[in-house]
């Protein structure tokens, strides 16, 4: 049998910057990179190593020597426990320096691009409770904290109602009060287990695949309508029906009160059977007049009120006048589409999601939008000469893909359709510095602007423009 290494302890370690997803960076005496989770840039740190390569080592904190100025008291107890908001123990400003320095780093490093023009960061007016949806998880496998387990006493209430613990799937930390969406949020999510609690519901056992509760999601606008739906792993109509009856009761404020029976192997929601237990089977969002209607499946930004900030840039970089048919890449539930629409002669979203751009008409059409179109597709099939036939040349192209990026393809053609600006909206600044550094010889980088969409975390969002070169 092969025996185990010994963990490695490297002491008195000098942080001296934040690195990718959030890790504090230093070295060590020898000179090799150590990357370092929940510590702060400026700490001095004992660690242990999780991970060794040959050119870094990855580790946990072990004992800090010497605190950083930056940093702070986190907020939530479950800090360090629960994975959803690793940067809570540091400054916001600094939090935001971070933040503009990685998006400067990769757009110089990836993109080769020079980033002397690019603006101060946008930071986010509210830095808790900015979110508008949630998903907790039920389960009897609740995650036991160091001090329950120092304490040595039979663990007997093993219930929890919250999130997955990093790395260990079957694990839930039963939460007490969540500082990203603000209330009812909380109070909703409190009820649901004391009540299960008090009426013996059994909680899933995710290793079992059994039980009767198993997610519980919540979701809310900035016009103050709230969504609740539970997934239940099987049916139970006495016990259902007497939640959701409780919980319609109990909160007056819920305007969609949804449920669904999921056996399945995992959590999805899109392939579900949801149904209406009580109120509309959507809540609706407003945007500078515009109203969008979300259900249990739509995407629609986290962050609604940073997300109208965003828009707004992506709309002032497009600077249109009125008469510039636009193209619109990625377009989800087409919400930047009808943002801009407004100034726009005609605007065509692109999407790979039917049920999204289902969504995308529907909102247009309930905005009494008539001069935008939605099409599903591919986008590195769908965008083609025969598009540009059909449709037109456009004048501005607005992209805004998911993380990894738009296919080379997808470059290529934009590449070739060639129009007079690109507007690059993205939620990783490396693959978008890796995308522009393919464009750069035929367009000229003229702005750039970071934007937090996500306080407390390392996520940042930014926006660049891209002028044609003549």
């Not at 986190?74 to 809570?88: A, L, M």
């Not at 907790?136 to 219930?159: A, K, L």
Request: aromatic letters at 10%; charged letters at 30%.
């Amino acid at each position: 049998m092969r025996r185990k290494r010994p963990p490695l302890i490297i002491e008195n370690i000098k942080l001296t910057t934040a690195g990718a997803k959030g890790a504090a960076i230093g070295k060590t005496e020898e000179g090799k990179t150590v990357f370092v989770r929940n510590a702060i840039p400026g700490d001095t740190v004992n660690i242990r190593v999780t991970k060794r390569n040959k050119r870094f080592f990855e580790g946990i904190v072990t004992e800090v020597l010497e605190e950083s100025p930056h940093r702070i008291q986190p907020e939530c107890q479950h800090f360090g426990v629960c994975g959803g908001c690793k940067w809570q123990n540091m400054g916001y400003d600094t939090q935001l320096f971070y933040k503009e320095k990685e998006v400067k780093d990769n757009l110089e490093r990836i993109g080769k691009i020079n980033v002397d023009h690019c603006s101060p960061i946008m930071g986010s007016k509210e830095i808790f409770f900015y979110r508008n949806k949630l998903e907790f998880s039920f389960s009897n496998q609740r995650w036991i904290t160091e001090d329950e387990m120092q304490e040595n006493d039979v663990i007997e209430d093993r219930n929890a109602l919250g999130f997955h613990i990093p790395g260990r799937w079957s694990k839930i930390l039963d939460v007490k009060k969540c500082w990203l969406q603000e209330d009812p949020s909380n109070a909703i999510r409190l009820e649901v287990k004391k009540f299960a609690d008090e009426h013996d519901y059994e909680f899933f056992d995710p290793v079992e695949q059994a039980g009767f509760l198993r997610t519980l999601m919540i979701r809310t606008t900035t016009t103050g309508q709230v969504m609740v739906m539970i997934q239940f792993f099987k049916e139970n109509e006495e016990q259902r029906i007497q939640l959701l009856e409780h919980l319609k009761q109990t909160f007056p404020q819920i305007t969609s009160l949804l449920y669904a029976i999921n056996p399945k192997g995992n959590d999805s929601v899109y392939d579900l059977d949801i149904q209406t237990y009580a109120g509309e089977d959507f809540i609706m969002e407003e945007m500078e007049g515009l109203n969008f209607k979300i259900g249990p499946k739509s995407f629609y930004q986290t962050n609604p009120k940073q997300a109208y900030e965003l828009y707004k840039v992506a709309r002032d970089f497009a600077n249109l006048s009125g008469d510039e048919l636009v193209y619109d890449l990625y377009t989800g539930t087409g919400t930047i589409a009808q943002f801009v629409s407004k100034k726009a002669q005609k605007v065509i979203g692109v999407e790979s999601v039917q049920e999204a751009i289902d969504a995308a008409q529907e909102n247009a059409k309930f905005n009494n939008i008539d001069n935008c179109e939605f099409l599903c597709g591919d986008m590195k099939d769908v965008l083609n000469d025969d598009f540009v036939t059909k449709y037109g040349q456009p004048d501005v192209i607005i992209t805004d893909p998911p993380r990894n990026g738009m296919h080379p393809k997808v470059v290529e053609n934009i590449l070739k359709i060639a129009p007079e600006k690109v507007v690059y909206v993205s939620c990783n600044s490396a693959t978008q510095a890796r995308d522009l550094n393919l464009m750069k010889d035929d367009y000229d980088i003229v702005k750039i602007q970071p934007v937090d969409m996500f306080p407390q975390t390392y996520h940042v969002e930014n926006v660049v423009l891209m002028q044609r070169k003549s």
